[in-house]
């Protein structure tokens, strides 16, 4: 029977992409090692909230390789760079596998509900169970909620949305349709995919006709159509609810209202009017909506637009050689807010960006670290948050095994660490 302890070395919160990566890299440095999700499922958005394909890429040796390779992930090389295909109802068990094996502590059906503190450290998280409300202690704790509630908990200063006005990417409803006819079904990879239908009609202005009749919905110009790893099947990209906080319970219903309705009326567009997709039905939703952007947690260093523009290169890299296009999804109407997405060189992510200001005893990774809405636009893909959570995961252990806070861990200690373990860092 498993007893699971009230203290840790490394408490990590939330199960998703970078949760996983920096549990199981923790727990691999030797670290007693807890991760802790609300849900009763790994993967976060990839598996919850049915988002495919994994995209972004990382220099070798990185966490990203190992879940290519243990999800049987297939690649296809577009303007996104490589799209790997994965099954979001095989990575469910393969992901909780992956770190239990690596003898991780695993709450699943926990919600975080609070830190616990001493002064400016964190000393551990309040978790709702069955039997009400309990305490883990942590020597480091790492959020990766997504969402930046651990740290923004502990006082931690955030951002929210672009400077301007404040708006964050859309929120979306990522679903599964089958069967499709493979002879003529089409894929579609984002609004300047310049793949037509069988006819020769240009698919992205097919899309935009059927939006101005009414017949998609309001901001939805394009209806994105991804392959899952399985023929016949196609993974969708297309719902969005602009302008609603996430961050509420008010505003979560709305948006999982609306995502839904919008879901039915996709399917039916795509059943009356797209070669392929004729018999096609819904066989699949994420259990929740997904959140492409809210907090961003304010480091020691921020991720600047020049950063990820030029592919710039930092002395405290963590990450080397992250890539993925600048994709600001419209935070007010459809398409892409600038125009398009922007091109990014491949770029080190330092140190720097996973330690929250002002907060001691705990790491950032994922969606949630330091960095601009631009540049969070895109370090926030999956396989970048896969390299930031092994990071964090090794910087913890490293810490905790010092009895350092992270802050005070040297970045060439985690560098060294990251490259022992086979991680490229340097060219
Ligand atoms: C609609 C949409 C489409 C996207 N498309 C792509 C794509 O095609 N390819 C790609 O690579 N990326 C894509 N992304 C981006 C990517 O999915 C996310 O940015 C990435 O999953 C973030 O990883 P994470 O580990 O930081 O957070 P998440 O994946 O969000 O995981 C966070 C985890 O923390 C848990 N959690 C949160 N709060 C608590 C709490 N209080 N207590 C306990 N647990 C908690 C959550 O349940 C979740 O499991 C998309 C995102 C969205 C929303």
């Not at 219903?253 to 392929?276: M, T």
């Not at 994420?286 to 480091?299: A, D, P, W």
């Not at 109407?333 to 125009?339: D, L, P, R």
């Amino acid at each position: 029977m498993r007893v699971y302890s009230d203290h840790y070395n490394v408490v990590v919160c939330g199960g998703g992409p970078s949760g996983i990566a920096a549990a199981v890299a923790a727990a691999r440095m030797g670290a007693k090692t807890a991760l802790v999700e609300r849900y009763g499922i790994v993967g976060g958005m990839m598996t919850s909230g049915y988002v495919n394909p994994i995209l972004g890429s990382v220099s070798q040796g990185t966490m990203y390789d190992e879940i290519i390779q243990l999800l049987g992930a297939t690649g296809m090389k577009t303007r996104n760079g490589w799209e790997m295909s994965v099954d979001a109802e095989e990575a469910k068990y393969r992901l909780l596998r992956f770190v239990e094996e690596a003898g991780v502590d695993i709450f699943l059906q926990t919600p975080i509900v609070e830190v616990q503190k001493n002064d400016r450290s964190v000393t551990g998280i309040r978790i709702g169970t069955q039997e009400g409300l309990k305490t883990l202690y942590a020597d480091v704790t790492v959020d990766a909620t997504g969402d930046g509630f651990v740290a923004a908990r502990a006082g931690a200063s955030f951002q929210i949305g672009r400077d301007a006005d404040g708006l964050c990417q859309p929120a979306t409803l990522e679903f599964v349709v089958g069967p499709v006819d493979e002879e003529k079904a089409i894929t579609c990879w984002g609004g300047t995919d310049p793949v037509r239908l069988p006819d020769g009609t240009p698919y992205v202005e097919f899309c935009a006709q059927a939006n101005a009749r009414g017949e998609l919905p309001e901001n939805v110009a394009v209806v994105r159509l991804h392959r899952t790893g399985w023929p016949g099947e196609r993974s969708i990209n297309a719902t969005q609810v602009n302008g609603c906080n996430t961050l509420s319970p008010e505003g979560a219903l709305d948006a999982e209202l609306e995502l839904r309705r919008q879901v039915e009326s996709i399917v039916r567009f795509l059943r009356k009017y797209v070669p392929g997709y004729e018999e096609s039905r819904l066989k699949g939703s994420g259990s929740t909506l997904g959140v492409r952007e809210s907090r961003r947690i304010m480091g020691d260093y921020i991720l600047q637009d020049a950063d990820v523009e030029n592919g710039n290169v930092q002395k405290d890299a963590i990450v080397h050689k992250a890539w993925f296009l600048i994709d600001i999804h419209n935070p007010k109407g459809s398409g892409q807010a600038e125009g398009h997405s922007h091109p990014a060189k491949p770029y080190d992510i330092p140190y720097r960006c996973l330690l929250p200001k002002g907060v001691e005893g705990m790491l950032t990774c994922g969606r949630c670290i330091s960095g601009t809405h631009r540049a969070h636009a895109s370090y926030r893909v999956m396989g970048i948050c896969l390299a930031t959570g092994q990071a964090a995961g090794v910087a913890a252990a490293l810490a905790a095994q010092r009895g350092v806070t992270p802050r005070a861990l040297p970045a060439e200690a985690v560098q060294k660490a990251l490259t022992e373990s086979g991680v490229k860092l340097f060219d």
